[in-house]
T-cell receptor
Framework: GAVVSQHPSWVICKSGTSVKIECRSL??????MFWYRQFPKQSLMLMAT?????????EQGVEKDKFLINHASLTLSTLTVTSAHPEDSSFYIC????????????FGEGSRLTVL | AQSVSQHNHHVILSEAASLELGCNYS??????LFWYVQYPGQHLQLLLK??????LVKGIKGFEAEFIKSKFSFNLRKPSVQWSDTAEYFC????????????????FGGGTRLMVKP
C-alpha cells in the first residue's frame, strides 16, 4: 500500500524558534499533499493544500506567513512553523493523494509539536 | 461548505457487542465517503471507502458501512467488537463542489472514541 512518512514524529522547541516538519510519500508520487492540525480530543482541521511546484492554498484563518508550506518535489512537502509559540503546540498530520487515485488519501504518522 | 457530523463522541461497549457509529454529511452532490481509524499512538488508517456501486461497503477487520443517499448518511457497523477495536473513528467526506479544490479535500467528522471492555 501507499506509505506516507512524517519526520520528526515528536519535536520540542523554545518559543520564538522555527520548526520544519517533512512529509514524504515513499512509494508513490503525490501532486497534492494536505496538512492538517489536530487539537486534543478534536478532529482534524485542514490547514492547507500543498501543490507540487506552486503555492499552497491555505484555509480561512490559517496564517500563511506563520505556517510556511513548500512542495518542492512529487514526494516531499514541508511545513515550517515560524516563530513558534505555545499555542502552536499541536499534532500536525500530512496526507497525500497518489497520482491518478482521485479522492483517496494516505496519512502520515503525525508530528507532535510542543512549544515551551 | 461540507460538514460532517458524528453523533456519538464516546462509545463504550463490551466485547462481542454490536457496533454502529453514525455519520451524516451536509452536501448532497457527488461524494466519496471514508471511515478512518486511529488506534492509540498510531496514525490514521483507512477502514473502508465508498466511491460508487453497492452502497454496502465491506472494509478491513470485519467493519462495514452503508451509504444511504436519501439520509446523507454513511454509518459504520461491526457485528461483534473486540478489545482491539478500541480506537478513535473518523468519518470523512470528499465532495466535488467546485470550490473544494477539485474534489481533493476531505472534510472530517469530529470523531468517535470507542472503548471496548474485555
Amino acid at each position: 500500500g501507499a506509505v506516507v512518512s512524517q519526520h520528526p514524529s515528536w519535536v520540542i522547541c523554545k518559543s520564538g524558534t522555527s520548526v520544519k516538519i517533512e512529509c514524504r510519500s515513499l512509494d508513490f508520487q503525490a501532486t497534492t499533499m494536505f496538512w492538517y492540525r489536530q487539537f486534543p480530543k478534536q478532529s482534524l482541521m485542514l490547514m492547507a493544500t500543498s501543490n507540487e511546484g506552486s503555492k499552497a492554498t491555505y484555509e480561512q484563518g490559517v496564517e500563511k506567513d506563520k505556517f510556511l508550506i513548500n512542495h518542492a518535489s512529487l514526494t516531499l512537502s514541508t511545513l515550517t512553523v515560524t516563530s513558534a509559540h505555545p499555542e502552536d503546540s499541536s499534532f500536525y498530520i500530512c496526507s497525500a493523494r497518489p497520482r491518478g487515485r482521485a479522492g483517496e488519501l494516505f496519512f502520515g504518522e503525525g508530528s507532535r509539536l510542543t512549544v515551551l | 461548505a461540507q460538514s460532517v457530523s458524528q453523533h456519538n463522541h464516546h462509545v463504550i461497549l463490551s466485547e462481542a457487542a454490536s457496533l454502529e457509529l453514525g455519520c451524516n454529511y451536509s452536501y448532497g452532490g457527488t461524494v466519496n465517503l471514508f471511515w478512518y481509524v486511529q488506534y492509540p499512538g498510531q496514525h490514521l488508517q483507512l477502514l473502508l471507502k465508498y466511491f460508487s456501486g453497492d452502497p454496502l461497503v465491506k472494509g478491513i477487520k470485519g467493519f462495514e458501512a452503508e451509504f444511504i443517499k436519501s439520509k446523507f448518511s454513511f454509518n459504520l457497523r461491526k457485528p461483534s467488537v473486540q478489545w482491539s477495536d478500541t480506537a478513535e473513528y473518523f468519518c470523512a467526506v470528499n465532495d466535488f463542489f467546485p470550490l473544494n479544490n477539485a474534489g481533493n479535500m476531505l472534510t472530517f467528522g469530529g470523531g468517535t472514541r470507542l472503548m471496548v471492555k474485555p
